[in-house]
């Protein structure tokens, strides 16, 4: 049995970052794009010896699923990354990313709801 490897302290670092991004989203586009490519760099930090080629494509965030996020087939179907994300807890950093992801994707919908009552009011 192979041994897992840990990604959690390199996450925590990118999960600061991504806050910090997406606490100044302004919507729901600027949000799925600062996940996006908050996970890309993160995975090619992991990667970045490997020729896996990762863009906005392969990782979705999807805050009306479970995991809320997408990888794309293709990532998936990549036997180097799928070794790496079998022996390890990247599947959880990431979802930490989701998690705070759709934290600010419940703050923006909450905000918005507010915005279109001021308007709507006479």
């Known amino acids: 049995m192979e041994n897992q ?14 806050r910090d991004k997406i606490n100044n989203s302004e919507n729901i586009t600027d949000l799925k794009h600062h996940f996006a490519f908050t996970v890309i760099d ?19 965030f ?6 809320l996020y997408i990888l794309s087939e293709r990532l998936k179907n990549d036997l180097e990354f799928k070794k790496i994300w079998d022996i390890s807890d990247l599947k959880h950093v990431i979802y ?27």
Do not use: C, W
Not at 6 to 17: A, D, I, P, Q
Not at 42 to 58: G, P, R, V
Not at 62 to 67: F, K, L, V
Not at 105 to 112: A, D, G, L, R, T
């Open 5 to 18: 490897i840990s990604f959690s302290t390199l996450g925590n670092e990118y999960v600061r970052m991504l």
């Open 96 to 122: 930490k990313f989701a998690e705070s992801a759709n934290g600010r994707y419940i703050h923006i919908n909450k905000h918005n709801e507010k915005t279109n009552k001021k308007i709507r009011q006479p």
């Open 62 to 67: 999807d805050p009306n699923i479970e995991d």
């Open 42 to 60: 993160f995975l090619n930090q992991i990667f970045e010896k490997s020729l896996l080629d990762i863009d906005a494509d392969d990782i979705k």
